[in-house]
């Protein structure tokens, strides 16, 4: 099955709900067969965003084109998308068979092509030999597999799923990205995804928009995201377990600035600051905890006193004090610690960030 292929760009588009603004002015391009998902909390607007693209809401500023159409005011049906939902909306006296072709049938597609539509979705999602049940004979992930299929029998150019698998367990989730990751390849459509999940976004996209305050915090590609965030919410959000934080300040040596806090000093003589930082200056050091490498004990190095240590399968997460601040390392699970320990650590200055403790913002 080959979609149309469509970009997305989003100009200068606001939503207001009368006194209360919900988006404020946002622009975003998505490009032709982008995989780009909307990550952010509860109430950042990204399903609003999502909607406004489908139609589903009147936008009161800006543009919303897709493809070399302006589509703004234009109705959901017109806009070339398929859209899949977070409840899965199936008909439950039609079999999947019929959830599948219903939509087809409305648009009065002649009944080959409804047919060979269905055939592909269904050998596409795997769910062939399920055509003949009703939705109340499928798990919860097959469901979720005919709600996808209702959407790719469309044949669009541009693909919205507002956070599908979020009533999924964890083990469907995780198999239903792959599908979906799949079924991107497959189709090489434009697809827009709205997810809370960091984990979802990082295995998912091509590119991820943050999201707070209805407003984008940082777009990029996962990696982008992940290894050099923002600001501290950007660093917060994305990466399970979180990014350690270390409160210091900005001190100077001979070689350039450093960081300096209780029992820590690092030198900064090869970071790469966005913008000089004055001494002194209150800063906050982020690491994550597979970054901070444990090392036999020389001038690089610093001591830390093991807390707790919590099993995560493939490795231990290995929670510490660094001098009066917490610090969380990740060390191979074969590893033989206990609380008590002390390990020297090396907090590399390739591997930290660092934010401005007043504005949150990346130096």
Request: hydrophobic letters at 45%.
């Amino acid at each position: 099955m080959v979609s149309r292929r469509s970009n997305v760009s989003l100009r200068s588009v606001a939503v207001r709900y009368g006194a209360v603004s919900v988006l404020d002015g946002l622009d975003l391009e998505v490009a032709q067969s982008e995989f780009l998902v909307l990550l952010g909390p509860s109430g950042c607007g990204k399903s609003t965003l999502l909607n406004a693209v489908a139609g589903l809401i009147e936008i009161d500023d800006g543009e919303i084109w897709i493809g070399d159409r302006n589509v703004t005011w234009d109705e959901p049906k017109d806009r070339g998308i398929a859209m899949v939902f977070q409840s899965y909306a199936l008909y439950p006296r039609m079999s999947v068979r019929g959830n599948l072709s219903f939509g087809l049938k409305v648009a009065r597609l002649p009944r080959g092509e409804i047919e060979r539509r269905v055939r592909m979705a269904a050998e596409m999602l795997q769910i062939t030999d399920l055509l003949d049940r009703r939705p109340a004979e499928l798990s919860g992930g097959q469901r979720q597999r005919v709600a996808i299929g209702r959407a790719v029998v469309r044949d669009a150019g541009v693909f919205l799923f507002d956070e599908p698998l979020s009533n999924l367990d964890a083990q469907l989730r995780a198999e239903l990205r792959v599908e979906i990751k799949r079924l991107h390849q497959s189709l090489g459509a434009t697809m827009i995804y709205v997810t809370h999940d960091q984990i979802e976004a990082l295995t998912l996209a091509d590119r991820i928009a943050v999201m707070r305050d209805r407003r984008f915090q940082q777009i990029g590609t996962p990696q982008e995201i992940y290894l050099r965030p923002l600001n501290r919410f950007v660093a917060t959000f994305v990466g399970s377990p979180a990014m350690n934080f270390l409160r210091g300040r900005i001190a100077r040596d001979a070689d350039g600035p450093a960081f300096e806090a209780s029992a820590v000093r690092i030198a900064l003589s090869r970071y790469p600051f966005a913008r000089q930082p004055a001494e002194s200056m209150p800063v906050e050091l982020g690491i994550r905890p597979e970054h901070v490498v444990v090392a036999p004990g020389n001038g690089a190095t610093h001591e830390v006193t093991v807390e707790m240590i919590e099993p995560m399968g493939s490795d231990l997460l290995v929670w510490a004090r660094l001098g009066n601040q917490p610090l969380s390392v990740r060390v191979p699970a074969e590893a033989n610690l206990a609380s008590g320990d002390r390990l020297c650590v090396v907090l590399s200055e390739h591997r930290v960030s660092l934010f401005d403790a007043a504005t949150g913002e990346r130096l």
